[in-house]
């Protein structure tokens, strides 16, 4: 059996963290190596290793992802201040968990990327 990705651990309970929302398809988790003042995952219940793997039936799930972004940017008060949102795959891009997740970033001025 392929091993359990860090986040399927939290979701299961194996690993300890603070699921901040969940529903039938996504959760989010504060991140535990924060790169600004609010950065706040938002994870897929079904595992995905990279953007490379989805397929057109994820659609409403990548859909989902999003909105939940905006709706948590709004609840932790950065929606009109500005925040980023992004995936990173692969190597280059230094994708450290290979089960898809969206970084909520935000809560103070960014660097330029
Ligand atoms: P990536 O580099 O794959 O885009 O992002 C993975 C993110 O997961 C990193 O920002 C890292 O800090 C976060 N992360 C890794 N392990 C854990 C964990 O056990 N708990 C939480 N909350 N975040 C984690």
Redesign the pocket.
């Known amino acids: 059996m392929e091993n359990k990705s ?2 399927e ?2 979701l299961s309970g194996d ?1 300890k ?1 603070d699921i901040i929302y969940e529903d039938n398809q996504i959760f989010a ?7 600004a003042k609010i ?1 706040i ?1 938002i994870i897929p219940k079904k595992k995905i290793a990279t953007i490379n793997d989805l397929s057109i039936d994820d659609i409403d799930l990548i859909g989902s992802m999003f909105l939940c972004a905006k709706d948590l940017a709004k609840k932790f008060g950065i929606d009109q201040s500005g925040y980023r949102l ?3 795959t692969n190597d280059d ?6 089960h898809i ?1 969206l ?1 909520l970033i935000g809560g103070e001025k960014l660097k330029n990327i």
């Not at 988790?29 to 790169?35: L, R």
């Not at 891009?93 to 290979?98: C, I, K, L, R």
């Open positions: 860090v986040f651990m939290i690993l963290s988790i504060h991140d535990i190596n924060p790169i950065h995952l992004l995936f990173n891009a230094m994708q450290t968990v290979f997740h970084h």
